[in-house]
């Protein structure tokens, strides 16, 4: 039996160990696609930009207003593949915390089967002294049996 506690500590170790990968890969999944809404927000705000400079610019704006604004677009480029960036990063770090949770997983799996495999020894050779202290009970009876109906035969 002590065989089927460690087996079942270390199943109950892998199933948490499991569950903390199953954690991180889901704060992954947010922060990822906090950081997709940030991209496309980003994205949002320089085409609103863009479409109302090309309107302003008709109106006569000056060289330094123009180069003011095309700083600003040029660091609002920047701030958006800085993100790309970083949600090229979370989705490397999605990816690794998916191999883990698999692993995890099949680690799990392989307990689970080794404890069944286990159980059912243990059940087979269970059934096996059954089996044979039945038998022994019912020989003993034959011999009780055929003992008393020996003596009844003898005169």
Known sequence: MSALKSILLAIDVATRQRDEVGKLLA???????????????????AADTESKWAVSSLERATPEVMQHYYQFMQRLQQAIGMQRQVVGGLEQEFAAAKKLLLGADIRLASLNQLLQKRQSGIQRLQAGRDQKQLDEFAAMQHRRLRASLDTLDTP
């Open 27 to 45: 704060q992954i999944q947010r922060n990822w696609r906090g950081a997709q809404d940030q991209i496309e927000q980003l994205e949002s705000y």
